[in-house]
């Protein structure tokens, strides 16, 4: 997958989300800029297909008619290739975009790449995060360290807040 990327500071909440343009699993490209007006779910996993990303993915799929009744937007970002994803979201039945970045540096710039503890070893990866970003395209909340049961109903709790719901 290329470098590793450069581990950048922890977003704080309230502050600006950094902008980013990736490709994605339903065609395209998809911008953080071009979502300003309604909030954002972004959650940074590992890899397509493995049991825990699986599971996060297809709880947000599963959550996703209440996501749109809130007039918000699931992205999923890895490392992963478009074709990865594309056969990632076939499989799953997923219909919200996957995004690809290789490099990792829209990863890094959301704070989920650095050190974590993998089958007892310390390795740099991945690290699952959700970030909520607001209609104004500030950072509402941050999950680092994500544990998937009981994921999704935090993040539809902070985007009910969002929007008064």
């Given at each position: 997958?290329?470098?590793?990327?450069?581990?950048?500071?922890?977003?704080?909440?309230?502050?600006?989300?950094?902008?980013?343009?990736?490709?994605?699993?339903?065609?395209?490209?998809?911008?953080?800029?071009?979502l300003?007006?309604?909030?954002v779910?972004?959650f940074?996993?590992?890899?397509?297909?493995?049991?825990?990303?699986?599971?996060?993915?297809?709880?947000?799929?599963?959550?996703?008619?209440?996501?749109?009744?809130?007039?918000?937007?699931?992205?999923?970002?890895?490392?992963?290739?478009?074709?990865?994803?594309?056969?990632?979201?076939?499989?799953?039945?997923?219909?919200?975009?996957?995004?690809?970045?290789?490099?990792?540096?829209?990863?890094?710039?959301?704070?989920?790449?650095?050190?974590?503890?993998?089958?007892?070893?310390?390795?740099?990866?991945?690290?699952?995060?959700?970030?909520?970003?607001?209609?104004?395209?500030?950072?509402?909340?941050?999950?680092?360290?994500?544990?998937?049961?009981?994921?999704?109903d935090?993040?539809?709790?902070?985007?009910?807040?969002?929007?008064?719901?």
């Open positions: 997958m290329g470098a590793k990327p450069r581990v950048a500071p922890a977003l704080r909440e309230g502050a600006p989300a950094p902008d980013f343009e990736l490709p994605a699993s339903t065609g395209g490209t998809v911008s953080l800029a071009s300003r007006g309604r909030p779910v972004l940074v996993y590992p890899k397509d297909n493995t049991p825990g990303c699986t599971k996060e993915a297809c709880g947000f799929q599963a959550a996703l008619p209440e996501i749109d009744r809130l007039g918000a937007a699931v992205l999923g970002l890895s490392r992963d290739s478009i074709e990865s994803h594309h056969r990632f979201a076939e499989k799953q039945g997923l219909s919200f975009p996957l995004l690809s970045d290789p490099g990792g540096d829209v990863i890094a710039r959301y704070g989920a790449w650095g050190t974590k503890n993998l089958y007892g070893r310390s390795v740099e990866g991945i690290i699952r995060t959700t970030i909520v970003i607001d209609a104004d395209g500030r950072v509402a909340r941050v999950f680092p360290k994500v544990r998937v049961p009981g994921h999704v935090e993040v539809l709790a902070v985007v009910r807040d969002l929007q008064g719901a």
